[in-house]
């Protein structure tokens, strides 16, 4: 009999069809009201989940004796419990590094549309509002030759730095677990404590994974060291950062400006006070959102359960 697969999630039909060649697929293109009583019955079942997103947690676990291997598509994987996975022997797999491309193309682009204040500006022209030669009140701030420091300096936090360095010719300082001395060679990045990163950059980028050692890692005290004219993006998970503390640090002026592509709650609450801020660049978490990169996303999270459910070790096996 063939191992049991349950996909949470819309994926090219190629990724199914790549599955069932050596096991029983069952899609849910999306988890609503609607369709998790049939996911929850399907569980029992199941020795495969593929999809992102879910939280893996023990009343999840416990609705799935039979589970032997979890696959997110995608390379953070902070919806996950590892110790109940690894107290029950389950396997779990993300997808690194076919998304850092795609990822720091996104970066790039809201710190310039913070810098640069581009949809701020688009919507002025939209709005007929562009009524005679743009004043004072409309510049935005350079990128290029600025410091950019870069928190993470992982696959994506990498391939922001080469952009960083080769396109903007910008100074790269970065903080992380331990020095990335291809960074350091190829990028000119300069390893330091986060304090000096906080107080010497102009962009300060947020890359780390979210783990209870960076939950709410930058708050009011991190806010207080950056300059006045900073630039806070985040591109990691909005529970790195104390959400309160940002909206006070923007209001009150303690750094210039944020560029944000994740939330505490996502989707984020309408009425939330970040969304009524010029000063505020929004994105809905999109950070690995092309066709090619989430076909990849999901190829490589098929390659893994497949490996896995085959006796094989996944290629991207995470280790507890
Ligand atoms: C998306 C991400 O969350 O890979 C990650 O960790 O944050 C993003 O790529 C994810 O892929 C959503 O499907």
Redesign the pocket.
Known sequence: MKPKVIVY?KVDSKVLEFIEQTCEVINFETLDAKTYPKFYDELETAHGLLG??LKINKELLDLAPNLKIVC??????DNMNLEELAARGIMAT??PDV?NDT?ADTMFGIILATARRIPEMDQLVKNGQWKSMISEDFYGVDVHHKTLGIIGMGGVGSAIAKRAHYGFDMKILYHNRSRNEEAENNYDATFCSLDELLQQSDYVCLMTPLTPATEKMIGKREFGLMKKSAIFINGS?GKTVDEEALVEALKTGEILAAGLD?FVQEPVQPDHPLLTMKNVVTMP?I???TYET?YK?AMLAATNVVAGLNGETPPNLIKF
């Open positions: 999630k992102s997103g997110n598509t995608s390379v953070g994987y993300n997808t998304l990822v998970r994740v978490h950070g690995s959102a989430r996303m």
